[in-house]
C-alpha cells in the first residue's frame, strides 16, 4: 500500500518538502503514464521526472514478460532531450543493477550501470530511443510515445522511490 498519495499532491510540493516558492515548469517536470487491460487486469507503465537546471531525476515502471520492472534513473537534459547517464533497478531490459539498499542478498550487481537511452518531451508526450538516434518530436509517432498525465492515480512509485527522487534532486546520487 502507498504511503503517500502522490497523485494527489502536487509534484512540486512533494519533491521540494512544500515549499512556496513558484519556478517554471522544465520540459522533464511531470508524470507520463500508459494503462491498458491484460488478461483481465489493468496494468499501467510511467515514467515520474523532475527536473533542476539540467538534471533530470526520474523513476519509471513497466510491465514485460507478466512482471512490473521498475528503475531510478539520472540524466542531463538539453532542451527536450535529456539523456540517461546512470540507471539502477529491477534487472531486465534497462539495467542489470539493483539500486543500492533495494538488492537481493545474493544480488551480484548492486548501483548504478550506464544506460543508452534518450528521452524526448514533444509537447504532452514522452518517447524514449536509444542514445545517438536521430529523432524529431515533429516526426513522432503519438502513439508510440507516453501521454503526459496530472496524476499517476494509485500507480505512483513506492514511498522509498518518492524519497529517492527529493534526494536526487537536491544533488545527492
Not at 2 to 26: N, S
Not at 130 to 135: N, V
Not at 142 to 171: F, H, I, N, T
Request: net charge neutral.
Amino acid at each position: 500500500m502507498r504511503l503517500v498519495p502522490l497523485a494527489i499532491l502536487p509534484l512540486a510540493a512533494l519533491l521540494t518538502g512544500g515549499a512556496t516558492a513558484e519556478r517554471k515548469r522544465a520540459p522533464f517536470d511531470g508524470a507520463w503514464m500508459s494503462c491498458e487491460t491484460y488478461q483481465g487486469s489493468r496494468i499501467c507503465s510511467y515514467t515520474l521526472t523532475a527536473q533542476r537546471g539540467a538534471r533530470v531525476c526520474g523513476v519509471q515502471r513497466d510491465f514485460a514478460t507478466n512482471a512490473y520492472y521498475t528503475q531510478r534513473f539520472i540524466a542531463r537534459a538539453e532542451g527536450n532531450r535529456a539523456d540517461i547517464d546512470k540507471i539502477c533497478g529491477d534487472p531486465g531490459s534497462e539495467t542489470d543493477t539493483y539500486c543500492a539498499g533495494q538488492a537481493p542478498a545474493n544480488a551480484e550487481k548492486v548501483g548504478w550501470s550506464t544506460s543508452d537511452q534518450t528521452l524526448h518531451a514533444c509537447g504532452n508526450r514522452l518517447y524514449g530511443t536509444e542514445a545517438g538516434t536521430s529523432f524529431r518530436c515533429a516526426a513522432a509517432r503519438p502513439a508510440a510515445g507516453l501521454p503526459k498525465v496530472r496524476s499517476l492515480g494509485g500507480e505512483g512509485p513506492e514511498p522509498e522511490d518518492a524519497a529517492w527522487m527529493a534526494s536526487c534532486l537536491r544533488g545527492e546520487d
